[in-house]
Every structure is written in structure tokens, then in C-alpha cells.
């Protein structure tokens, strides 16, 4: 498989994953998305929304965008516009990672905030790897305040599975 088909097949797999773990959200008491659990961030809400905005920060990076005056912080908003938010990224995200050719992709990008010298495809591997560890997150943390029915299954083999 091509690095092209890689990026490809991942970004893909991001939306897909994205789009299943907010369908079953938007199926739960508001309520539960609200609730502090002991976590990377106080509640489910918090987690997506720094999921969507980790997911802008790094689609303007390997876009080439001005990130300097990013904001970081995580407001509560409308439940839906944050989900709304989130899988319009996640098109965005695939659309775009779609459009690089194979030198853009291996061209190395200076990330300056850390020293990183990586290839483009990198970080989009490492936010795609980013979305899955706070999916995973996301489902944990659901499961401590008591949810055990319709937990979507967001592995990327169960997205190869599907699609075949």
C-alpha cells in the first residue's frame, strides 16, 4: 500500500470513527456528556471538544496556516454544534489529507513549539492516532458513569471490515 493509500485509508477511517462515536453520543442522556469523571478532561463534552480542536490545530499545521494565535481553550457550548463541529473537521481533515500528492506528503515540516522536524504524513498520522486514544477515552469514561449498551466499535479493522 502507498503512503497516498495510507493517509488515504486512515483519514477515512477518522471521519468514519468520528461519525460513529457521535451517533451513539447523541443517543445518551445529555446529562451523562456532562458529568466529571476522572480523566484527561472533566467530562465527555470537554474530551470532544478538545478532540475537534486538536483536529483544527493540526489540519492548519500541515495546510501550512498561521497557528501562532491558536486558542486552545475549550468552551461549553450546544452539545450539537460541538458534535456538528467535530465531524466537519473530521470531512475537512479527510478531504485535504486526500489532496496531498506523495512528495507533500513526505515534505518535512518545522514544528517549532516542540523542535520537531517531521514528514507531513507523520502528523497526520499522529493526530488520526490522537482522535483514536481520546475515542477510546471518550468510551471509558462513558462506561465509568454506568453506560453499557450501543458502545460503537471505532477500531480501524472493524472500518476495514465494514467497507469490504
Known amino acids: ?9 486512515y483519514s477515512t477511517y477518522n471521519r468514519w470513527a468520528n461519525q460513529k462515536l ?8 445529555q446529562e451523562i456528556l456532562h458529568t466529571e469523571t476522572a480523566s484527561s478532561f472533566k467530562t465527555i463534552i470537554d474530551t470532544i471538544e478538545h478532540l475537534n480542536k486538536a483536529q483544527l490545530y493540526w489540519l492548519l499545521f500541515v495546510l501550512g496556516k498561521d497557528i501562532s494565535e491558536f486558542d486552545w481553550n475549550v468552551v461549553n457550548r450546544n452539545v450539537i454544534h460541538v458534535f456538528q463541529d467535530l465531524i466537519e473537521v473530521s470531512k475537512r481533515m479527510e478531504m485535504d489529507f486526500f489532496a496531498f500528492d506523495e512528495s ?5 515540516l518545522q514544528f517549532t513549539s516542540r523542535q520537531n522536524h517531521l514528514s507531513r504524513y507523520e502528523y497526520i498520522m499522529h493526530v488520526i492516532n490522537h482522535g483514536t486514544f481520546h475515542r477510546g477515552q471518550i468510551i471509558t469514561m462513558a462506561r465509568s458513569l454506568g453506560v453499557i449498551e450501543g458502545i460503537p466499535k471505532t477500531d ?9
Open 1 to 9: 500500500m502507498s503512503l497516498l493509500n495510507v493517509v488515504a485509508s
Open 104 to 108: 507533500q506528503l513526505t515534505q518535512k
Open 156 to 164: 480501524y479493522l472493524v472500518f476495514v471490515s465494514e467497507r469490504e
Open 22 to 29: 457521535i451517533d451513539w453520543l447523541k443517543t445518551l442522556n
